[in-house]
């Protein structure tokens, strides 16, 4: 039978839409000596990350599930997070932190994971030097209308008139130009194509002062 290590993290539990597992996930508690390649981890490039968690996780109400199997009887709601994340403001060692907190699981049937791939990209909040390639926020003229099919369609009024909103070549040569929706400037086309690909990427430079993803 296929065995495989999960950690459940503030990550895996916030990442997702909160989903009941199914109750015949086999779940049993081991040590960490069974992650292979544990040792060798960059356990300090987490700790931003999860305050960035118990920051979002602060903002919900406590009795918020997060999903998680019920195999797991803690993690699974916003307030079993609480004292967690009251431990990271202060924690020091990264290492000590996570293997004090958190616990390594192995599932003992066979279960599907999926994974979800947030590039790091170089970013800059003012344009300047090699960042010339802007990142726009929802533009104000951009509004859901309900067709005549009864289906909900994306366009903007022109004159009076429902229209389709700009395509990306019309964007990318810049119908949006001058309507301050620049929320940061990347240094390349290609590193825009792969945020956009993926829905949302880090700042490196920005992790390390607590801010937050574009």
Request: net charge negative.
């Amino acid at each position: 039978m296929k065995k495989l290590l999960t950690l459940l993290t503030l990550g895996v539990l916030c990442g997702c839409t909160p989903q009941e597992a199914p109750s015949s996930l086999s779940l049993s508690p081991v040590g960490y000596d069974s992650l292979a390649g544990w040792g060798q981890e960059d356990f300090a490039s987490l700790m931003p990350l999860l305050r960035e968690e118990c920051h979002r996780l602060a903002q919900l109400p406590p009795e918020t599930l997060l999903g998680g199997s019920d195999a797991i009887t803690y993690g699974r709601h916003a307030a079993d997070w609480s004292n967690a994340c009251t431990a990271l403001a202060t924690a020091t060692d990264a290492r000590t932190y996570l293997e004090t907190w958190f616990q390594p699981y192995e599932t003992g049937t066979e279960a599907f994971y999926t994974g979800y791939f947030e590039p790091q990209i170089p970013a800059s909040l003012t344009r300047g030097g090699e960042y010339q390639t802007p990142v726009y926020g929802r533009p104000h003229d951009l509004v859901r209308a309900k067709a005549t099919n009864g289906q909900m369609v994306s366009g903007r009024w022109v004159n009076g008139q429902f229209a389709p909103y700009y395509d990306r070549a019309a964007i990318d040569g810049g119908a949006l130009e001058g309507q301050g929706l620049e929320i940061a400037w990347l240094k390349n086309p290609i590193d825009l194509s792969f945020l956009q690909i993926q829905g949302s990427a880090a700042d490196p430079a920005r992790w390390r002062t607590g801010a937050r993803k574009l």
